[in-house]
């Protein structure tokens, strides 16, 4: 008896979706056939590829899978909250902060914000996106299409010295724009950004993450700088 596809599809009952390392196996029971199961491999071209490590034959390895810095967005004025809240679940988090000079009614008072309103960082495997994007606070994780994307480790990397180093340093317009620069001395050593303003003595550099388009700038000597 031949087998067409509308039959089946209309007469299954049960569908039961089981995953593991390297195979996708497709349960369902059809009437008069009975019990059907398909068994095939997960390959590269069906999954991305996360700094996950691959097997000779394509085959995706999770156990080799490196963390990767991701952007979660939150809800307005929830980033504390919401690192706090990872943070209490294990998960690595990066909130960069500044300082600013709130004014109340009679007297000034210095306090932290974020640097990137509503952003927050975290450095987690591939499995564990889906137990970041339930947690309080989140509204979603930053990607592309709708798939969460990494951020590469050299800029998260360049804003985590930035904020430790006791420089002055502002939010500033996302740029695409710039002579690239490597900063050569001091505690930005190594970082590298694009100098969007010269002055005779310091230069203003500009950091950026692209995924989530925000950009904080800082004076550095000119001493300091070597263009690339």
């Known amino acids: 008896m031949k087998l067409t596809f509308l039959p089946i599809l209309l ?10 390392t390297n195979t996708l196996s497709v349960t369902f029971y059809v009437p008069e056939y009975g019990v059907l199961t398909l068994i095939t491999k997960l390959y590269y071209n069906v999954l991305p590829k996360v700094g996950g490590g691959l097997e000779d034959d394509g085959v995706i390895d999770l156990s080799k899978e490196n963390p990767n810095w991701y952007a979660v967005y939150t809800k307005s004025r929830h980033e504390k909250l919401t690192s706090k809240f990872l943070v209490s679940r294990g998960v690595v988090t990066f909130l960069p ?3 600013v000079l709130s004014r109340w009614k009679d007297r000034k008072k210095l306090i932290t914000v974020p640097l990137f309103p509503s952003y927050v960082f975290v450095n987690i495997l591939q499995k564990d996106i889906h137990n970041v994007i339930y947690s309080k606070g989140v509204l979603r994780m930053v990607g ?3 798939v969460p994307y990494p951020i590469p480790n050299e800029q998260i990397e360049s804003v985590e010295k930035l904020v430790k180093s006791d420089l002055k340093y502002d939010p500033y317009p996302y740029v ?17 950004g694009k100098i969007i303003e010269k002055r005779p003595s310091k230069h203003i550099v500009v950091l950026s993450v692209d995924l989530i388009k925000r950009s904080v700038s800082v004076e550095v000597h000119v001493h300091d700088i070597e263009l690339l």
Do not use: D
Request: glycine share 12%; with cysteine.
């Open 11 to 20: 007469s299954i009952l049960v569908t039961f979706l089981h995953c593991t």
């Open 97 to 99: 902060l500044r300082s």
């Open 144 to 146: 592309i299409n709708g």
């Open 176 to 192: 695409n724009i710039g002579a690239e620069a490597e900063i050569k001395n001091g505690p930005l050593a190594g970082v590298v």
